[in-house]
């Protein structure tokens, strides 16, 4: 074909390919899951959410790895800081949510302002999701 020389899947690729399933795929999953309201998708929310955090971490491990392997810097970029922030901040609402909103053990479930915080801080780790995405 038609495909340039070097082209084609290898270990790089595995990171946009995580990344944009955890984040895009699973954590729009979770979004739209939590939006159905009730007990059992509550925790399914939260399930769909972590294993988005996961997947993630996975291409998070691939790019520093292949940077490790390269010789070449870490976070010089928008995009890397980016991606960084929205790792670091969504284990933050994770855990928050875990800890807090957790529909069977959350200490302070039914708290109005946690739970606004965890919606639009999400909303908003979401948002610079996307903005990493569309500046690699």
Request: proline residues 2%.
């Amino acid at each position: 074909g038609t495909r340039p020389e070097g082209a084609g899947w290898r270990y790089f690729s595995w990171h946009p390919f995580l990344m944009m399933l955890g984040m895009v795929g699973m954590m729009g999953a979770a979004a739209l899951t939590k939006k159905r309201m009730g007990y059992t998708n509550t925790k399914l929310h939260g399930i769909i959410a972590w294993l988005g955090m996961f997947l993630s971490g996975g291409g998070f491990y691939v790019i520093y790895q292949n940077k490790e392997k390269m010789g070449k810097d870490h976070f010089t970029t928008l995009h890397s800081w980016a991606g960084l922030a929205v790792l670091v901040g969504c284990s933050m609402a994770g855990l928050a949510g875990g800890v807090f909103l957790h529909p069977d053990f959350g200490v302070d479930k039914q708290n109005g302002i946690i739970r606004k915080a965890h919606k639009l801080m999400s909303r908003g780790l979401l948002m610079v999701a996307w903005l990493a995405t569309l500046s690699g």
